[in-house]
Each structure stands twice: as structure tokens, then as C-alpha cells.
């Protein structure tokens, strides 16, 4: 069966601070990935979605960027974190393909806090 | 641009009602809609999933309808339980785009009191 990881759970990080936050997904080959954002009193925005190694598209300008150095594996980072950074941080994966079918599988969520 | 509304944001029920969650879509062009669970502080669990050509599926307790010509979905819970409690999303996959991107309500945050 599938399983997606992510860590760590829970994050606090000063303004101007690095973040790294790493999704790895088991039992599956050449996933679909992607970073969801939640941040409080809103809907999941989507970050970042990619269908292959190298390949990332990025859904909204923001401080943050998303690389995919292998297949199952999806890190977020960003080089200076804002306050506006602040949220809860959501990886899912999808079969790839065509297929109009497929469902969204989510891993348990990283809470960041940028103080 | 796609749009997604969940009615009502909060709703609160005594143990063994039956319930209904409303979600609607300003676009009718989706390939599917999806409900998920979120229980405080963790991810997403996948309740149900309905393709565009269908009108309902069923789970358990749980029962969810689609009418896309009308942009709504609804999710029936019966025989409403305390484990029951927790965040309800409803989410399209809007069909212009060429992935599985979805496009995700506010949810409806439930609580059912023993």
C-alpha cells in the first residue's frame, strides 16, 4: 500500500530564516506531487504541482520554491521566511496519467509558525 | 474562475441525527469532486469521489450526491456519531486544466455531541 511522510510535524522559525520542509511518498512510482498551503480562516491553496524529476510548476508567486531531486521525494524551501509564511503545509500525491479518476492522497501536515 | 463554497461553515448535532453538507461550484467543467475529512491539526483523509458522468456514491454511513449542471454536491452523514467530528472539505478538479489540480471549499467544521 501508499504511504506519504512528511517532516517535521511541527516548525517554528524566526523571520528571515531558511525552511526545508521534505514529502516522500512510499509503494508507488512516478507519483504526481503536490504542496497544498492552509493557512488560518482558509481554504488548501495549492503551491506547487509536479508530474517528474526537475519538473515543477509553481501555481503562485510567492517566497517559497519546490524542487523534486527524486522521484517519490518533494521538498519546499525558501531562503528568507515571512510571517505571511505561517501556516499548515500539506503534501499529496496522485497517480500519473491521463486518467480523469484518480484521487488526491494527503500526508499528515507540517504546522509552521514564523515568529 | 472556479470557485468553491461550503454551507454551513460550522454545525454542531447531537449524536444519532442525520446530517447534510452542502458544497457548491461556480463552474460546472470539472472531472470530479472529491470529499475529504480533517480531523484538528492533521491531513486530509478521502471520503468519497465522484466522477462528473456520476450522481452519487456511497460509503458506510456516508453518502455523497453530484448535480454538476447545478454546480452542487452533498455529503449525507447518517446515524450521525462523536467520531464523526472533524473538518469537512469538498474539493473540484476543474477539467481545464491538465493536471489533477483541485480546487478546494472552506469546509464545514462538525461537531456531534454525545
Known amino acids: 500500500s501508499q504511504t506519504i511522510h512528511q517532516w517535521p510535524a511541527t516548525l517554528v522559525q524566526p523571520v528571515g530564516s531558511p525552511l526545508s520542509l521534505e514529502c516522500t511518498v512510499e509503494?508507488?512510482?512516478?507519483?504526481?506531487l503536490y504542496w497544498y498551503r492552509q493557512a488560518a480562516g482558509r481554504g488548501l491553496q495549492l503551491l506547487f504541482y509536479?508530474?517528474?524529476?526537475?519538473?515543477i510548476s509553481s501555481e503562485v508567486p510567492q517566497n517559497l520554491s519546490a524542487s523534486r531531486p527524486q522521484d517519490r521525494q518533494f521538498i519546499l524551501s525558501s531562503k528568507k521566511l515571512l510571517l505571511s509564511d505561517s501556516g499548515f503545509y500539506l503534501c499529496?500525491?496522485?497517480?500519473?496519467?491521463?486518467?480523469?479518476?484518480?484521487?488526491?492522497?494527503f500526508g499528515p501536515g507540517t504546522r509552521l509558525t514564523v515568529t | 474562475k472556479q470557485e468553491v463554497t461550503q454551507i454551513p461553515a460550522a454545525l454542531s448535532v447531537p449524536e444519532g441525527e442525520n446530517l447534510v453538507l452542502n458544497c457548491s461550484f461556480t463552474?460546472?467543467?470539472?472531472?470530479?469532486l472529491q470529499w475529504f475529512r480533517q480531523d484538528p491539526g492533521k491531513g486530509l483523509t478521502s471520503l468519497l469521489l465522484i466522477q462528473s458522468s456520476q450522481r452519487e456514491q456511497t460509503s458506510g454511513r456516508l453518502n455523497a450526491s453530484l448535480d454538476k449542471s447545478s454546480g452542487r454536491s452533498t455529503l449525507y452523514i447518517a446515524a450521525s456519531q462523536p467520531g464523526d467530528s472533524a473538518t469537512y472539505l469538498c474539493a473540484v478538479r476543474p477539467s481545464f486544466y491538465n493536471t489533477d489540480k483541485l480546487i478546494f471549499g472552506t469546509g464545514t467544521r462538525l461537531q456531534v455531541f454525545p
Open positions: 463552474d460546472s467543467a470539472i472531472y470530479n
Open positions: 499529496a500525491w496522485s497517480t500519473a496519467g491521463t486518467s480523469v479518476t484518480y484521487e488526491q492522497y
Open positions: 509536479s508530474v517528474g524529476i526537475g519538473q
Open positions: 509503494g508507488t512510482s512516478n507519483p504526481n
